[in-house]
């Protein structure tokens, strides 16, 4: 018999009765009834129950048993009494009579239960992570993460692509995000930096002959935490393709992630479905016009349309002498609400000022009779006209969102979001992906007073160098694309810029000379020189892909080991200081090691 187990803790059945057997793994609970003891036995792959009375040689042993020891117990599967079976196990029909009991590792008082599912604070629960990721939920979490990443990878290999590994220690780069940097020891005062993104190197695997390429990309950014970002590292499907065109990228992934979206839907028996091939797409005008924002929740029905032509010369003096210097009034309808009280729209209107907002109008109907400020100044009639734009029914409210065409965008957006909530809207058993499209390749930076890019530099204009010399900075647009499921932006991406002499004129637009093009990309804008194919492509957040597979909230709880709101391991001690000798090989020396002052 094997030292520590025949078999595991999910496989005993009724078949394996009046066999003896031998089982390892933690305590998970325990029930003592006196003369009786029960132990559930748990392992990675599930629970086994194992009994033992007062005059069985383990009792004594099991009976002192802290919950999460570790042990081994050798005994014969018996069949449970009719009456104790338990339907929600897989052995729930059987247990194990303990004749012998070995205590591995005997667990101290637990900082955290393992057994249940009780909320404990992110500190214990990250100090303490090698016992939050026993308990089911999470531990269930990161086997998900581990099968759709196998899926995306056996998918991508599917489609013809190959799997390359990219460096992890490359040079600060003066785009996007802040670099995590380190020192060279070799080269003192000289700094690697963990990549952002394999962004250059997969484009350089294009130029240097390589047709599709992808890799599970671990990639580092010094930036804050949010619900749908960890700070520090995460992980991408990279992927990059020669010769093609922006309808070929979206060809080649949108049946790597309808795939994996329809083969985990119905994880944990949630029976959710996806949007059919091929993916909506939008253009990034029209996205932020309807939803408010470029990454909408299509899962949410209501439209935001544009109502500042309804409001000039109107009776509603504040909107009309808004619209005539130049800010727009943007609507929100709120379906079905006139059985709603005034709170909920006055709620409404304080949730927007606590956003910072100056506020959110709004209009009652029932019947087809319309109340509120807005309505009484500026009549039924032009209330009605501003319904029936929108396709309103008798008994829908509208919101409306004021302001500087941004701000105004901005507000309708989050009013949207709020009262599909409020309503109850949103359809929980969907996936819903979109691609949003046409990304203006330039932004007026308001603070700098100068035009930048908005996206993402590498990208190629649509119209190459004809539109670069002959258009208004503001009205190019770019091949660049996002994916968007249920309002969470899964990547950006691009067809990319290929061309040397194109790249140099983006960059001037942006303020940028040609020596600090041929300083700050060296790289790649060297490599262009030498023959580059056309070439696009993209990257998927795995972490995103599976906090939406998972149904969480917090994209903490899709990630093995992650850091804390303020980018510290907590169960590692992470970041920490280093000893003297250490900074001295580096040729470091720390601010707070100098002369003090006097």
């Excluded at 002192?64 to 014969?76: A, D, I, M, N, P």
């Amino acid at each position: 018999m094997h030292a520590y187990r025949t078999h595991n803790c999910a496989e005993l059945r009724d078949t394996h009765v009046g066999q003896e057997v031998r089982l390892s793994g933690w305590v998970h609970r325990k029930r003592d009834h006196g003369d009786l003891v029960f132990i559930d036995l748990r392992d990675h792959y599930g629970i086994t129950q194992i009994v033992t009375d007062i005059s069985g040689p383990a009792f004594e042993a099991i009976e002192s048993l802290r919950s999460e020891s570790v042990v081994t117990v050798t005994g014969k599967v018996v069949a449970r009494d009719e009456s104790v079976v338990n339907p929600n196990l897989p052995t729930g029909a059987v247990e194990v009579r303990v004749a012998d009991v070995v205590v591995q590792s005997a667990a101290q008082e637990l900082p955290l239960p393992v057994f249940g599912e009780a909320e404990y604070p992110e500190e214990i629960r990250l100090r303490y992570r090698y016992l939050d990721l026993r308990r089911e939920r999470l531990h269930k979490n990161i086997m998900l993460r581990s099968n759709v990443i196998a899926s995306l990878r056996r998918r991508m290999i599917d489609q013809g692509f190959t799997e390359f590994q990219t460096p992890i220690l490359t040079a600060s780069s003066p785009e996007g995000a802040r670099d995590y940097l380190v020192p060279s020891r070799v080269h003192p005062g000289k700094f690697y930096a963990l990549p952002q993104a394999p962004q250059m190197f997969k484009q350089l695997l294009m130029v240097a002959g390589f047709d599709r390429y992808f890799q599970i990309a671990p990639c580092f950014r010094d930036e804050d935490a949010r619900a749908d970002r960890s700070p520090g590292e995460f992980y991408q499907l990279d992927f990059e393709m020669s010769f093609v065109t922006q309808d070929d990228v979206f060809a080649a992934i949108e049946p790597v992630l309808h795939g994996v979206f329809e083969e985990f839907a119905d994880w944990e028996g949630k029976g959710r479905s996806v949007s059919a091939l091929p993916f909506k797409r939008i253009p990034y005008r029209e996205s932020m016009l309807k939803y408010g924002n470029d990454k909408p929740d299509l899962r949410n029905p209501i439209l935001i349309s544009d109502v500042s032509e309804h409001f000039k010369g109107s009776g509603f003096s504040r909107f009309a002498s808004m619209v005539e210097e130049g800010s727009v009034v943007r609507a929100i309808p709120a379906p079905n609400t006139h059985e709603k009280s005034r709170k909920f729209f006055d709620d409404m209107n304080s949730w927007a000022q606590s956003e910072g907002f100056p506020g959110l109008g709004y209009a009652t109907q029932k019947d087809g009779v319309f109340g509120g400020p807005i309505a009484n100044n500026h009549g039924q009639e032009g209330m009605k006209a501003i319904a029936d734009a929108l396709g309103l029914g008798p008994n829908d409210g509208i919101f409306f969102a004021a302001g500087k065409e941004a701000q105004a965008a901005k507000l309708a957006g989050l009013a949207r979001t709020r009262a599909a909530e409020q309503l109850e809207l949103v359809d929980q058993s969907r996936f819903e992906f979109c691609w949003i499209v046409d990304f203006p390749m330039f932004e007026y930076d308001e603070d700098a007073k100068k035009v930048d890019f908005s996206h993402n530099p590498f990208s190629m204009p649509q119209g190459e160098m004809e539109a670069l010399t002959t258009k208004d900075p503001l009205d190019i647009l770019a091949y660049q694309y996002d994916i968007v499921c249920n309002g969470v932006e899964l990547s950006s991406g691009a067809i990319r810029n290929h061309k040397a002499e194109i790249m140099y004129k983006a960059f001037e637009i942006a303020g940028y000379t040609q020596a600090q093009v041929d300083s700050d990309f060296a790289g790649m804008i060297n490599a262009f020189k030498f023959g580059a194919p056309p070439h696009g492509g993209s990257a998927p957040g795995v972490d995103r892909i599976v906090m939406l597979l998972a149904g969480e909230p917090n994209i903490r709880e899709v990630v093995v080991f992650p850091m804390n709101q303020r980018a510290e391991d907590l169960m590692m001690q992470a970041p920490a200081e280093v000893s003297p000798r250490q900074l001295k090989e580096l040729s470091i020396k720390l601010a707070s090691d100098g002369p003090k002052a006097g």
